[in-house]
């Protein structure tokens, strides 16, 4: 057989350069995207595995966690794995430094649970997921910190979705098989359930039916 002409050489080197100049451009752009989230998480793993803060500190550092996940799950429509792991790996190591107790970590896998059957149920009424597994995996270092309340946060993030969803499917801003960014709620119903205990809203929704 004879050898390539030289025409197809250049093409196929061509062709390499462009792959190249291609993979080049996408973990550019990928590093541009997940920076905020790789900082973040590298400043998660720093604290987990050196001076790890007081336990008073570990909500303030998961809020501002849940607010980069809000604003990764508005823009992209994911929650980086890095995130929400770094996030679980510092909240367990809070949880392991205090007095043991399993009541955390029974509710950190019970919210997940209770997202994830939230999640399916969507995707058989609906047809598609109402929400993603980043979303789901939240609910782990929430709950850690939490502990029970974890519940009534997602209840009110929950609620917080549904409003935004039914007022969009009256206006036609959304399908039935829109998928809204989940994140944001849970950083709403977190903020909520902090500003609102349980309790108040209790005595509030109380005082209503008398």
Do not use: C
Request: aromatic share 8%.
């Amino acid at each position: 057989m004879g050898e390539p002409a030289p025409t197809d050489a250049r093409a196929n080197t061509r062709s390499t350069q462009s792959d190249v100049a291609e993979a080049s451009s996408s973990q550019t752009l990928w590093a541009r995207r997940n920076a905020p989230a790789v900082l973040v998480s590298s400043a998660l793993v720093g604290l987990t595995v050196g001076m790890l803060p007081p336990p008073s500190a570990a909500l303030p550092i998961l809020l501002v966690v849940l607010a980069l996940a809000a604003a990764f799950d508005l823009r992209t429509g994911l929650i980086p794995n890095a995130l929400t792991l770094a996030a679980t790996a510092f909240a367990l190591a809070v949880w392991l430094s205090l007095p043991l107790a399993l009541q955390p970590l029974a509710a950190a896998f019970t919210a997940a649970a209770a997202l994830a059957l939230l999640r399916l149920g969507s995707t058989v009424w609906l047809g598609a997921p109402g929400f993603g597994w980043g979303d789901v995996k939240l609910a782990v270092p929430l709950g850690l910190v939490l502990g029970w309340s974890v519940l009534w946060a997602l209840y009110l993030a929950v609620v917080l979705a549904a409003i935004v969803a039914v007022s969009g499917l009256a206006t036609r801003r959304f399908t039935r098989r829109s998928r809204i960014p989940f994140a944001p709620f849970i950083l709403g119903g977190t903020l909520l359930h902090l500003a609102l205990p349980l309790g108040v809203v209790l005595d509030w929704g109380a005082a209503l039916t008398l």
